[in-house]
């Protein structure tokens, strides 16, 4: 089992950046593929959106189109952490962002087992 703890959310600029942090607990932090979602506020019934995901070395990971070369997933084991360097924001990336542990490098939030408990990320026009 692991916990994970989101921070590094905040409010930003149109063009800006934001790096989020997760913070996992558990000594088997390293065996887990892990993912970003977000879920806007408009969308709170909907599932929640993919937005990157990393698998347990960091050598393969996968991006949702609309965040494609502008998002980037990383991961440090020796630190239980994983990232998520956002640039270039925009308006529509306002959203609460999540991170999430699974056992596979999957894109649907129904296929992951443990969840943080979110950071606002807001991002002015």
């Known amino acids: 089992q692991v916990q994970l703890v989101e921070s590094g959310g905040g409010l930003v600029q149109a063009g800006g950046s934001l790096r989020l942090s997760c913070a996992a607990s558990?000594?088997?932090?390293?065996?887990?593929?892990m993912g970003w979602f977000r879920q806007a506020p408009e969308a709170p019934g909907k599932e929640r959106e993919f937005?990157?995901?990393?698998?347990?070395?960091?050598?393969?990971?996968r991006y949702a189109d609309a965040v494609q070369g502008r998002f980037t997933i990383s991961r440090d084991n020796a630190k239980n952490t994983v990232y998520l360097q956002m640039n270039s924001l925009k308006p529509e990336d306002t959203a609460v962002y999540y991170c999430?542990?699974?056992?596979?490098?999957?894109?649907?939030?129904?296929?992951?087992?443990?969840w943080g408990q979110g950071t606002q990320v807001t991002v002015s026009s």
């Open positions: 558990g000594r088997t932090f390293s065996t887990y593929a």
């Open positions: 999430a542990a699974n056992f596979g490098l999957r894109v649907t939030a129904t296929a992951y087992d443990y």
């Open positions: 937005v990157a995901a990393i698998n347990w070395s960091g050598s393969s990971t």
